[in-house]
């Protein structure tokens, strides 16, 4: 039975178990529960702290997880990304009073507040910058504020609470996070519950992202009509019984469907968003 740590609250917590019930797969009803058994799809889910996920699957004692990036680097844990799901995205970038710095060089001889230390601690050293860390729990704004460090680093998603606070991001970004999905260092990469896992994940990826669009348009023109609606290997091409035309079935972008619309008008074609797509398996 795969076992498959999940997070059990925070920004990651929804979304994951959205993403998992659009997968297919049972979840639990009540935010208490710390395990359930998904018995028809041979899966036991585990709900964790979201910054402890990467350390239980680095021991081998669950096969997977889904948390941060970021707390995958943070941890230091021997475990690896294996799959971007899309959601929870956010920046982590330092910040600091206006004026403080203008770029991560700036930093040296500082101190500097995260509840990221394993990332920012990184960060410092790749850049060859000789700062001091100081790790806190929680929110990290109110650092500068009491004297603490003069320079924070944290997960910017909006920038508000950070601007409440008086203070502004500075130099380039530290890394981008979003969700992800990881296994242990080294692991069998084919073991086939693993794979199968993913291509669910994988199909759900498919299914936000595209619709599906129906077109007919002429012989002549099939050529440039394909070339705006590629689909993902092909699209799926029919002839009709008037003679010189052809229906045309491709998967295209949903936020590029009406645009692509127009183009097809352009070239003669006649073309409908037939539905979203629910399911797709790759």
């Known amino acids: 039975m795969l ?6 609250k925070g920004s990651l917590s929804g979304p994951a178990g959205e993403m998992l019930h659009e997968a297919g797969y049972q979840q639990r009803r009540e935010s208490k529960e710390l395990r359930i058994v998904d018995p028809t799809n041979e899966v036991e889910f585990f709900y964790l702290r979201p910054r402890d996920i990467a350390i239980y699957v680095s021991s081998g004692r669950l096969d997977i997880g889904i948390t941060g990036r970021d707390l995958l680097i943070d941890s230091g844990a021997d475990a690896e990304e294996i799959l971007p799901l899309g959601f929870a995205r956010s920046t982590f970038r330092f910040a600091g009073k206006p004026g403080t710095a203008n770029a991560v060089t700036d930093l040296k001889g500082r101190t500097v507040a995260t509840s990221y230390e394993g990332i920012v601690a990184a960060h410092l050293a790749e850049q060859g910058v000789d700062a001091s860390v100081v790790h806190l729990d929680g929110a990290v704004e109110t650092a500068i ?16 609470s950070l601007r409440n606070a008086g203070l502004e991001v500075f130099g380039e970004p530290i890394m981008k996070s979003e969700a992800v999905v990881i296994r242990r260092a080294g692991a069998d990469a084919d073991e086939p519950k693993v794979q ?3 291509r669910r994940l994988q199909g759900v990826l498919v299914a936000r992202t595209y619709v599906m ?32 035309w052809v229906a045309v079935r491709a998967m295209v972008p949903a936020k590029e469907a009406q645009r692509i619309m127009d183009d097809l008008y352009e070239i003669g074609a006649r073309a409908i968003l037939t539905t979203a797509i629910h399911a797709c398996r790759l």
């Open 145 to 160: 504020e009491l004297g603490v460090a003069e320079v924070i680093a944290d997960v910017v998603e909006t920038g508000t």
């Open 3 to 8: 076992r498959i740590a999940v997070p059990n």
């Open 213 to 244: 669009m129906d077109y007919d348009c002429r012989v002549e023109q099939l050529e440039k009509a394909v070339a705006l609606t590629p689909g993902l290997e092909s699209p799926t091409v029919s002839p009709l019984h008037n003679e010189g």
């Open 196 to 198: 199968q896992f993913l």
